[in-house]
Nanobody, 124 residues
Framework: QVQLVESGGGLVQAGGSLRLSCAAS????????MGWFRQAPGKEREFVAA????????YHADSVKGRFTISRDNAKNTVPLQMNSLEPEDTAVYYC?????????????????WGQGTQVTVSS
């Protein structure tokens, strides 16, 4: 089992940057595929990015590709999400999630453990 805590959200102007972090508890962090999702008001939760156990492979949604970067530090049990060139459309609650599956998945149902979320608001 793993517990996830997100941090780093806040209010930023369009074009700015934020760096989210997900801190995981437990000794088996490196056995999980990790992902970031987001949910805007009135919308369904959507996939943002994911990273394999070793960190060797990543996948980003088309809507954030080239602007967001997911990474992980298995020694520190953290999964940062660097967000650059933020747009008002990026406003959402961002969630960190852990999957016991074998590979990267965009399907939220493949993820077993979730954090409480952190709010990101981008003003125009």
């Amino acid at each position: 089992q793993v517990q996830l805590v997100e941090s780093g959200g806040g209010l930023v102007q369009a074009g700015g940057s934020l760096r989210l972090s997900c801190a995981a508890s437990g000794r088996t962090f490196s056995s999980y595929v990790m992902g970031w999702f987001r949910q805007a008001p009135g919308k369904e939760r959507e996939f943002v990015a994911a990273i394999t156990r070793s960190g060797g492979n990543t996948y980003h949604a088309d809507s954030v590709k080239g602007r967001f970067t997911i990474s992980r530090d298995n020694a520190k049990n953290t999964v940062p999400l660097q967000m650059n060139s933020l747009e008002p459309e990026d406003t959402a609650v961002y969630y960190c999630a852990a999957s016991t599956g074998w590979g990267i998945s965009q399907n939220e149902h493949e993820y077993t453990y979730w954090g409480q979320g952190t709010q990101v608001t981008v003003s125009s």
